[in-house]
């Protein structure tokens, strides 16, 4: 079957079209003050349509909103179950790949989707082509259209990305002409690149491991934060992701795949640094820390440590071609500068409060900082432990976990962060509750993002309506979910 014809099929499925429209309903509402610059090209046509106003707010609102809701529908609709139709349609006549082509379609030429971080990366690129060391400066020492498109928390912070982003983000912006608006859209394309492994290889992986392939690429390539964040938001963490998933593959080809593979990781990391973490589990994937006989623990320790170093080489080979350098490691803190819903940030400032109102902290500050630190603390404490203990037999799982460790536990949480361990969840071998758990980790996520849209757009109630929407199409989904699993069960 060719590509046309696979997506050709896909399109003759309803839910699959319902699924396109309503990421079409989401890139449209994207035109919408809470994540437009005021730099955009867009507000002159939008000025010229007067659709700028309250009106404008409150149409671009509802139609993310609701787009969101009706693509977790469609998702849901699509999940394969046992006796039901959605397994079938999906897996047996069409091609997920072709469904992701579809539904991330209207947000190619749509302006970056709940977030404003391709901005920030071409203003870094730019910074880049004017010999501006993007690791020392942020974007508004250079004024001018490129640090007009960035948010004002990020506009003089430095970069705290790897080298290679950084160089992407030059070429791009080169590639566009140092067209300010088109070198934001054009970062769509590593990201894409990234979704593509992703898509293509997450099912392959769940083969060679012998796993369903089915529900697998369901949760991971047709998740709708995979498509609102990695495809809609252009955010180089899909990159990163696609190089790990790159890495995770060749690793289960057994043989010396492995060297090859800890050497992609570390192509992963120039892009973001947390890719580091996946190189431990390459090596055992290839051949399993059997037992803690002497000769087992020495050849599993011997091959994890070649395997991290490396993939420090290949980073350091990526920083020396870019001659960027390290000073990112300066900015690792830049990400939590602001206040999202991680737990550590949410207990530290609820703590901070209190302590505050009888003045025990003279700066004000003390117990957010260390109740992040203890938080990450302990992240890096879980990750130690499961590197002796789960990534021994199952390597994929300790990547999983302590990636999503890694996400919910720093003092900065994004939907687009928990994709790192969320997309390899599938490949742990889940019982229902955790897929049950994982899907409603997913609507959380998704209603905080739509939350924040309307809080942006001073429309909080709106955001709140659709929560309670959401919520309830998980209850069904689930009630659903149960039908078609006591149905297939003859017992």
């Known amino acids: 079957m060719t590509a046309g014809h696979a997506v050709a099929d896909a399109w003759r499925v309803r839910t699959v079209r319902r699924g ?24 002159s046509p939008l000025n010229t349509l007067h659709f700028n106003g309250v009106g404008a707010r409150v149409v671009g609102t509802l139609l993310v909103l609701g787009g969101i809701g009706v693509l977790v529908d469609a998702w849901f609709q699509l999940r394969p179950l046992p006796g039901a139709e959605g397994g079938a349609l999906v897996y047996h006549r069409l091609r997920h790949w072709a469904i992701l082509a579809i539904w991330g379609l209207p947000f190619l030429a749509a302006p970056p989707i709940l977030s404003q971080d391709a901005y920030s990366y071409a203003a870094q690129g730019w910074l880049v082509h004017n010999h501006i060391d993007p690791y020392r400066a942020g ?27 950084l160089q992407i983000a030059h070429v791009l912006d080169a590639l566009a002409s140092y067209h300010p608006y088109l070198s934001a859209l054009l970062m769509r394309i590593p990201a894409l690149l ?5 898509g293509l290889l997450v099912p392959r992986i769940a083969r060679q491991m012998g796993i369903d392939p089915a529900p697998a690429a369901w949760f991971a390539t047709l998740n709708p934060i995979l498509v609102i964040d990695f495809i809609g938001g252009a955010h180089n963490d899909s990159l990163m992701l696609g190089f ?11 043989g010396r795949w492995w060297i090859v593979a800890a050497l992609i990781i570390g192509v992963g990391a120039s892009v973001k640094q947390p890719a580091f973490l996946a190189a431990y589990a390459v090596p055992l994937i290839a051949r399993p820390w059997t037992s803690w006989r002497w000769r087992e623990t020495g050849i599993a320790v011997a091959r994890g440590l070649a395997a991290l170093l490396l993939s420090v080489a290949a980073f350091v080979g990526v920083t020396e071609l870019t001659g960027l350098g390290y000073g990112w490691s300066n900015a690792v803190n830049v990400p939590g500068l602001v206040i999202t819903v991680s737990p550590s940030t949410t207990l530290g400032y609820g703590l901070q409060f209190l302590v505050n109102l009888v003045h025990l902290d003279p700066t004000g500050h003390l117990v957010v900082r260390y109740t992040r630190t203890v938080f990450l603390v302990v992240a890096g404490l879980i990750v130690a432990l499961m590197a002796f203990t789960t990534a021994r037999r199952r390597p994929i799982t300790f990547v999983s976990y302590g990636y999503l460790a890694v996400a919910f536990l720093s003092p900065a949480l994004h939907t687009w962060y928990v994709l790192w361990g969320g997309v390899l969840v599938p490949l742990t071998r889940p019982g229902e509750r955790q897929v049950r758990f994982g899907v409603w980790t997913t609507i959380a996520l998704l209603s905080y993002a739509a939350i924040n849209l309307s809080w942006r757009n001073g429309l909080v109630a709106l955001g709140i309506a659709a929560l309670v929407a959401y919520l309830w199409m998980v209850h069904e989904h689930h009630v659903a979910t149960r039908a078609a699993e006591a149905s297939a069960d003859p017992d």
């Not at 250079?142 to 948010?151: E, I, K, T």
């Not at 990234?194 to 992703?198: A, E, H, P, Y």
């Open 244 to 254: 790990i998933v790159l890495g995770l593959w060749l690793a289960g080809r057994r």
């Open 194 to 198: 990234g979704v593509v492994c992703i």
């Open 139 to 165: 974007p508004g020492v250079l004024p001018g259209a490129f640090a007009d498109q960035v948010a004002w928390v990020w506009r003089y912070t430095p970069a705290p990305y790897g080298p290679l982003s």
């Open 20 to 43: 396109f429209y309503a990421t079409l309903a989401i890139a449209v509402g994207s035109l919408s003050p809470a994540y437009l610059p005021r730099s955009s090209p867009w507000w």
